[in-house]
């Protein structure tokens, strides 16, 4: 697709997503949204304990190593380091991998090669239970899909895991927490970004830390709310799916449905049906710089639902004078993926906003 077509498409779904906003609530206010995630996900300060290997040192730094977010929470952590002859600081972007991936597929890869180029440092993170945060190396999403069950059978209220998206939101924040102490991070020039699972981490956490300067949600906006109201939960469900069929079970029934699929959302996923689903939290980023990449024909993020969230988004940047802070891109006809239109985007995006 060429820049002016997705130019086109860009501006007239904008236009149709300002029909919605009568659709749009109501939610808390967005400063009672930021609290109460917060204090849902609120646990101990740990040392961080960081701990880095050069294995690259030529026209970019490539350091491997891991720090801790929580007591037994050791997370992987890859960095992709520009070598600038006298330059010792630099923006800096984190960008995370969909369900099943790990920190080092070539995607994030190409990201973060070109950002180097530019003068960007690369972060990227295994998610919970996945990559390396398994021992000997995660298969895939199984280990992913089997912790949300292990948190869907849970009966201590005090100890309640949440592995299907929260938890790597709060590990995200304890990331900001330790790249802010490091001598060659520009505190002040963050960026956050994702692809799917990914995406969604980065609503999460970067909506409420205001730290993340500017942020890219590829494939990731939706509505929990609404895909539950008009049967089209299936393709987000499925990213877990193992879990949801064995809750299913527990509860009776022999196929999934709204109800079950609820059920294990609002034990896992507390208040993502409501205050901290979509359309609410993205309203917390105006008027920091936002680009949204999403497809018409995304089954995980039902395109009805992400116009909700366009939506809210759009009334939000109007609302703080910064229209122009605010990028949608949707190209038509294409499901569930992020492709090199996508990649170019999200890293012109990030050169626009951190480096100038």
């Not at 069929?245 to 049906?273: E, F, H, Q, Y």
Request: proline share 6%; charged share 25%; aromatic share 10%.
């Amino acid at each position: 697709m060429s820049k002016t077509k997705i130019f086109y498409t860009c501006l007239v779904l904008l236009l149709q997503a300002s029909l919605l906003f009568a659709q749009t609530g109501p939610y808390p206010p967005a400063d009672q949204v930021a609290r109460d995630f917060k204090a849902l996900l609120n646990r101990p300060v740990v040392d961080f304990k960081p701990t880095f290997s050069t294995i690259r040192n030529d026209s970019i730094k490539i350091e491997k190593g891991s720090i801790y977010t929580e007591e037994t929470e050791k997370m992987p952590i890859l960095i992709y380091k520009p070598v600038i002859k006298g330059q010792s600081k630099f923006p800096v972007v984190i960008f995370l991998h969909g369900t099943g991936g790990t920190k080092d597929e070539g995607d994030i890869k190409a990201i973060f090669t070109q950002l180097a180029k530019a003068g960007i440092m690369g972060v990227a993170i295994d998610a919970r239970y996945h990559g390396e945060r398994v021992p000997g190396g995660a298969h895939g999403s199984k280990e992913y899909t089997d912790a949300a069950y292990r948190a869907w059978k849970n009966t201590d209220k005090t100890h309640q895991e949440h592995p299907f998206l929260y938890d790597t939101a709060f590990d995200l924040w304890r990331l900001v927490d330790y790249l802010v102490t490091r001598p060659d991070v520009k505190a002040d020039r963050i960026g956050m970004g994702g692809i799917s699972m990914g995406g969604i981490e980065t609503w999460m956490a970067a909506s409420v830390d205001t730290r993340i300067r500017v942020a890219v949600l590829g494939i990731a906006v939706q509505s929990f709310k609404w895909s539950l109201e008009n049967d089209k939960w299936q393709g987000r469900a499925g990213t877990i799916g193992d879990a949801h069929k064995k809750a299913a079970r527990d509860m009776g029934d022999s196929t999934l449905n709204a109800r079950n699929v609820k059920a294990v959302w609002d034990k896992i996923l507390p208040g993502i049906t409501g205050e901290f689903d979509c359309p609410s939290m993205i309203r917390l980023f105006a008027p920091r710089p936002l680009l949204i990449l999403s497809k018409d024909k995304d089954p995980n993020n039902p395109y009805p639902g992400a116009q909700i969230g366009f939506a809210a988004a759009t009334e939000a940047y109007k609302a703080q004078r910064a229209p122009n802070n605010l990028s949608l891109v949707i190209q038509p006809n294409l499901g569930h993926v992020f492709n090199d239109e996508d990649t170019w985007i999200s890293i012109a995006w990030f050169e626009k906003y951190l480096l100038n």
